[in-house]
């Protein structure tokens, strides 16, 4: 059984990425761990937007949900990817994704931090703003790059601690220089999940020997 969490900041190209790790393994669940709190957040409060569930609960609440969410996604049986974020932008500051409660119940055998030009991100970020309709409230939080600059250094920084805790490898992906052709940091980070997946499967089956 093989956990993978990977983490990147929103925009960065995340779901792309791992729906091109998924197509390479039958088996292989891709959890979003956003998506297991919402539900949950959904049952028991009766939050239905993503956006709500960042601003409109209490800091209670959403520690509450995110211990649960993780309690939900250890119980997931077989092969997973869960796909999150290391630290999450609130009113009030950064938030962690992994803190060591989170971290040590998803229990996982390595964590992927994915990095990106600045610029990649905040143009990948437009894009998906002109395909959403009711995004005026969204366009209020155009970001510059220096908060993408900050933002993914202290995701760094969280997700060294969270590797830290939970005893386990972390593989830093960086992507720093322009892209040749469209989607070419997306292939290649989903080849270098691919290749470290392969390699702790493998490593798995060597132990069970
Ligand atoms: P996403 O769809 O992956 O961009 O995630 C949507 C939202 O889910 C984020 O803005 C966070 O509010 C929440 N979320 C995702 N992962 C975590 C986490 N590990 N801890 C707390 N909140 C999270
Ligand atoms: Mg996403």
Do not use: W
Request: glycine residues 4%; hydrophobic residues 40%.
């Amino acid at each position: 059984m093989v956990r993978v969490i990977v983490t990147a900041v929103p925009g960065a190209g995340k779901s792309t990425i791992l729906k091109k790790v998924a197509e390479k393994f039958p088996d292989l669940k891709v959890i979003n761990f956003g998506d297991v709190m919402l539900e949950e957040a959904s049952r028991q409060l009766g939050i239905t937007d993503r956006d709500e569930l960042r601003k409109k609960i209490s800091f209670k609440d959403y520690r509450r949900l995110q211990e649960e969410a993780a309690k939900i996604i250890s119980g997931i049986d077989g092969d997973l990817i869960i796909d999150t974020h290391a630290a999450v932008k609130t009113v009030y500051g950064y938030y962690p994704g992994l803190p060591s409660k989170v971290v040590e119940e998803l229990n996982p055998d390595a964590i992927v931090f994915l990095e990106f030009r600045p610029e990649d991100i905040l143009a990948r970020r437009m894009k998906d703003l002109s395909k959403d309709e009711s995004n005026g409230r969204r366009l209020r939080e155009i970001e510059k790059i220096e908060d993408v600059e900050e933002h993914q250094k202290i995701s760094l920084e969280m997700v060294s601690a969270a590797a830290n805790h939970a005893s386990c490898y972390l593989l830093i992906l960086r992507f720093l220089e322009s892209q040749k052709y469209p989607y070419q940091h997306a292939e290649e980070a989903s080849l270098k999940i691919i290749e470290l997946i392969e390699k702790l499967k493998k490593a798995g089956e060597s132990l069970k020997d």
